[in-house]
């Protein structure tokens, strides 16, 4: 184990902190973020326009009849109801080619509001090119196709969003603008210094769409992106990519590295792309499907990342050494509400082996269970993505608005329990032990106490 751990932070820990620091991964991650109000609306009004009930559950009466009201209302304005969904999720490539663009270009110290309006104008042209069409009535209309400016569209617009910038910055580097006198005022300047690489950024990727329209029967430049990347997506929204993705994430916090936010850059594309999916088949009628990526959140359900709740309940509960007991009290708040910094770092479960195996053990096993009660049918896949720190059952609730699902979780809280038992048992005799040596030494107590005070100093 000493080896292994030397290994993972000699190797892995520096291209962790690389990743997590890369200009390019961030702009994901933080332009990702920036579209969350658009998902959480969204997400809203699919609840509304999708009850938790069928007819036939109100038909049989009980509890699901409380819901004829909702289910009525639904069924008859469900078109109208789905419209803020319609222009929010369905729009979300739209805003991510913005975004991730105006994050990057601030990264740079460029104009992020020119930077982000090259990309979604050079978006829009690509992605849905607006044509005359010519009707029944004789009449022309002037239309677009709106396929890939929602999840389908979304690598595309985070390809053009990095391009544009790079080559925006390239101009800027290289003077290829137009220059202003300095006596004109900023605004004026910084307006005519985005004429030409908006020019460019155009010509280029109008120019290449137009070239693999006609030479690759009327495929688009967002379909071929779609059809090269659609095998090494589906590696990682695999079941092994998943798990090694979750294992990845897993060693990195061992390592006392945010392992999350190191994959989120990779994930979040795919993870939102499988929602948004799910959600448009649920708004069409139809149910939806289990993508391997969901196998991450589970590796949080319960207690946060490594499902460590079942640790923070023994502590608690059963722990008899003063330490533990002590963390237990401050840390099963937190992990109700699947926080588990509190645990990672205050156990600590990092450079810890024997925490270390039973968080692995959990953090795999409960996203595996997850995929054969979706895949089977047992429980509803998710739809409506959500993030925050709610409590254990809600979260997972809101995600499929199954209520078996709850079932599902309340059954996994003594398994992990059970899982993480025989080393909790061995932790907190250990730390026991090392209470009562301190106890009955006077002199290690001093001297623990001292090194205890230089700690303090350090951390302060």
């Not at 005519?192 to 950024?201: G, K, R």
């Not at 948004?276 to 069409?284: E, T």
């Not at 909790?424 to 301190?438: C, G, P, W």
Request: some cysteine.
């Amino acid at each position: 184990m000493t080896h292994f751990m030397h290994f993972i932070e000699e190797k892995m820990t520096p291209l962790a902190h690389w990743m997590g620091g890369q200009r390019h991964l961030q702009a994901l991650q933080n332009g990702f973020m920036s579209v969350l109000p658009l998902i959480f609306v969204g997400a809203v009004f699919m609840i509304i326009a999708n009850p938790p009930v069928t007819a036939e559950m109100i038909a049989d009466g009980g509890i699901a009849s409380l819901f004829t009201g909702w289910y009525d209302f639904a069924t008859q304005y469900k078109m109208t109801i789905l419209t803020p969904f319609n222009m929010t999720m369905g729009l979300l490539g739209l805003a991510v080619a913005f975004v991730i663009a105006y994050q990057l270009g601030k990264s740079y110290d460029m104009n992020g509001l020119t930077c982000g309006m090259t990309s979604l104008i050079t978006f829009l042209i690509v992605a849905a090119p607006a044509s005359y069409v010519q009707l029944v009535d004789e009449s022309v209309s002037l239309m677009m196709s709106c396929t890939y400016l929602g999840a389908q569209g979304l690598f595309t617009a985070i390809i053009l969003a990095i391009c544009t910038v790079e080559i925006t910055r390239f101009c800027e580097q290289h003077h290829i603008t137009i220059r202003l006198p300095k006596v004109c005022p900023p605004a004026l300047t910084e307006s005519f210094n985005t004429i030409v690489p908006m020019l460019i950024n155009i010509a280029i990727f109008f120019g290449m769409n137009l070239v693999i329209m006609n030479t690759m029967n009327g495929l688009t430049l967002p379909g071929l992106i779609e059809m090269i990347l659609a095998k090494p997506i589906s590696a990682v929204d695999s079941i092994p990519g998943t798990l090694l993705l979750c294992a990845f994430t897993l060693l990195l916090w061992c390592c006392g590295v945010h392992g999350n936010m190191v994959t989120m850059a990779v994930t979040t594309p795919i993870t939102t792309a499988a929602f948004a999916s799910n959600a448009a088949l649920v708004a069409a009628g139809q149910a939806p499907v289990f993508h391997p990526i969901f196998m991450l959140m589970a590796m949080t359900f319960l207690g946060g990342t490594g499902n460590t709740f079942g640790f923070c309940l023994l502590a608690f509960a059963r722990s008899r050494s003063q330490q533990l007991k002590a963390f237990g009290k401050v840390c099963i708040v937190p992990s109700c509400f699947r926080i588990s910094e509190p645990v990672l770092f205050g156990a600590p479960i990092m450079f810890n082996p024997i925490l270390m195996i039973p968080f692995l053990l959990n953090g795999l096993i409960v996203p595996v269970l997850y995929w054969i009660v979706c895949t089977l049918g047992i429980v509803t896949s998710p739809y409506l993505m959500i993030s925050g720190t709610y409590p254990i059952f809600v979260s997972i609730f809101v995600m499929c608005l199954d209520w078996r699902v709850l079932l599902f979780v309340a059954a996994m809280i003594p398994l992990t329990v059970l899982i993480w038992y025989p080393f909790f048992k061995v932790y907190d005799n250990q730390l026991l032990e090392e209470e009562t040596a301190q106890a009955e030494d006077p002199a290690a107590e001093i001297v623990n106490k001292e090194n205890l005070k230089e700690e303090m100093v350090y951390e302060g």
